[in-house]
């Protein structure tokens, strides 16, 4: 088992920039983030891959970039240039022997 723990949302304007943390509480290799918005359906933000690369969805490619500090077993998500439609609860997610385990979740709002 792991324990995953998110931060870093919050409120900011379209353009703006947020970098989102997740502490897990063991090293883990295939860690990234998801996120939902009301009324859809949980979406594949960034990850790295069990394969070692790093995957983003086609809406925030240029945009985010996950990054990882394997010393202090957490995964960033840096976020840049944020619009409106990234508003979200964002989970962070890590995949144990093909179990996936998810945090608690970090609201991200965008206004415009």
């Known amino acids: 088992q792991v324990q995953l723990v998110e931060s870093g949302g919050g409120l900011v304007q379209a353009g703006g920039s947020l970098r989102l943390s997740c502490a897990a509480s063991?090293?883990?290799?295939?860690m990234g983030w998801y996120r939902q918005a009301p009324g859809k359906q949980r979406e594949l933000v960034a990850a790295?891959?069990?394969?070692?690369?790093?995957a983003y969805a086609d809406s925030v490619k240029g945009r985010f970039t996950i990054s990882r500090d394997s010393a202090k077993n957490t995964v960033y998500l840096q976020m840049n240039s944020l619009k409106p439609e990234d508003t979200a609860v964002y989970y962070c997610n890590a995949v144990i022997v093909q179990v996936p385990y998810w945090g608690q979740g970090t609201q991200v709002t965008v206004s415009s």
């Open positions: 790295f891959t069990s394969s070692g690369t790093t």
């Open positions: 063991r090293n883990i290799f295939t």
